[in-house]
């Protein structure tokens, strides 16, 4: 008889954000006549610029005559789009990536899951806590993780993020094998300077650990100070596989289109790991659709460029308004300056969920409780700068109206 992959089994409940939309429509439901502002899911709400559009039904004329039309593309992505990456998107960072080493995939979040399939089920894996909950689930499913105990998952490296640490993970005492790194951080908003990552990479050389990279924030830096890049970091091409998205840099959440870069130089045991991932996509995946490649080119031309800015300073105008509409109602926050979220502590002690569902019912305002992302994030909320500008404005004051 069938078996399943018991993995599957130990996972707990249903996903962070199904639960939100749960409780959500339930309060709908029950309150018809009540607006909720949704300040919870981190998804873009701005359209894709002009400039992506243009290149987008551009691409789509040319499926639609003989002679331009084409079929499946590149499993690893077209070399348009990967030799504009490379030009574009790390040579103004000095950084050298050869077109090989870029995966043009559907998401980070497909890549920051799929990328556990080229590595042994017996490694230890390392994630922060608090967490995007893919790193944690997928290896889960994997069987890396052990057996779920109710708040952790037995065979997980917790690094706790917090605020005695800045939410800077500190390097562990026992070694992982696998180290997962979000900076910008989802969900903290934590963002990490050069030398806190060099930490990191030279930790992983001498340890023989991979780190794996998630910069999916990187456009939403402001401060001159904070790598775009883990391969900014002298010796990262040794240690680190970087994954980056369109999805929250252009508004692609929808369309759907990522990178991830995999360095010739980083091997383990003799193996290039580049020729892993290559074959796993080769096998796994047939490529990113060519409208889609030809509107991520479109986002790195100059006036690409400029309507992609425009478009992350009005999330980051919002982001401003809540941190600092929160900060001056006397509510400790963090975040919201080279990222979209804002991490807020909740007042008197309240438990995550306990205050969630108080801003919904009393304020009409959907957050994410801190909890969601790991035992670390308990006591907190996350909130997003990516709703619209007027209704983030309304938040906030329905917000400081209920904790005064
Ligand atoms: N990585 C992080 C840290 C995220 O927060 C998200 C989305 O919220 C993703 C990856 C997913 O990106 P994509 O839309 O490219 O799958």
Known sequence: ?????????????SYLFSEIAKRVSAFKAENPDKSVIPLSIGD??????????????????????????????????????????????YKPLGVDIAVDEIFISDGAKSDCGNIGDIFGKDNVVAICDPVYPVYVDTNAMAGRAGDYDGTRWTDLLYLPCNEANGFMPELPVRTPDIIYLCFPNNPTGASATKPQLKLWVDYALKNGAVILFDAAYEAYISEDNIPHSIYEIEGARECAIEFRSFSKTAGFTGTRCAYTVVPMDLKFGGVQINKLWNRRQCTKFNGVPYVIQRAAEAVYTEQGMRETREIIDYYM????????????????????INSPYIWVKTPDGADSWGFFDRLLKEAGVAVTPGAGFGPEGEGFIRLTGFGDAEQTKQAVERVI????
Not at 1 to 13: D, F, I
Not at 52 to 74: C, F, N, T, W
Not at 318 to 327: D, F, W, Y
């Open 1 to 13: 008889m069938l078996t399943v992959n018991e993995n599957y089994l130990k996972l707990p409940g």
């Open 44 to 89: 873009t709400t701005r359209p894709l610029s002009p400039t992506v559009i243009a290149a987008m039904h551009k691409a789509v004329d040319e499926m639609g005559q003989l002679g331009s039309y084409r079929g499946y593309g590149p499993e690893q992505g077209y070399a348009f789009l990967r030799e504009t990456i490379r030009d574009k998107a």
């Open 317 to 336: 105008n919002n982001a401003r308004v809540i941190r600092s509409g929160l900060k001056n109602a006397g509510l400790t926050v963090y975040g919201g």
């Open 401 to 404: 109206k209920v904790i005064k």
